[in-house]
């Protein structure tokens, strides 16, 4: 992909991304392994497509938050405000 949403939605799914830039406005991705910048030159991205898609022992950590669940926890949160 070029896109920095799919990054996030393959990083939240579990997807092995290939973001094919030099460069990432979503660092997290790379840093939880969840993502792998390839740049643009052709070999560089088939090299890496043969290594995420090959390799099933590369094993992402997921990203804290990242699990869909952002709206039970702003009604959480809402609701102990609310309370007070």
């Given at each position: ?31 939880k ?35 869909g ?16």
């Amino acid at each position: 992909t070029d896109s920095g949403g799919l990054q996030e939605e393959t990083s939240a799914l579990g997807v092995n991304c290939i973001t094919i830039r030099e460069n990432t406005e979503r660092p997290i991705t790379l840093e939880k392994g969840t993502n792998t910048l390839s740049g643009v030159d052709p070999k560089s991205i088939i090299d890496i497509f043969h290594k995420t898609s090959v390799n099933k022992e590369i094993k992402a950590k997921k990203i804290q938050f990242w699990d869909g669940m952002a709206a039970e926890r702003i009604v959480k949160s809402l609701k102990v405000f609310n309370d007070e």
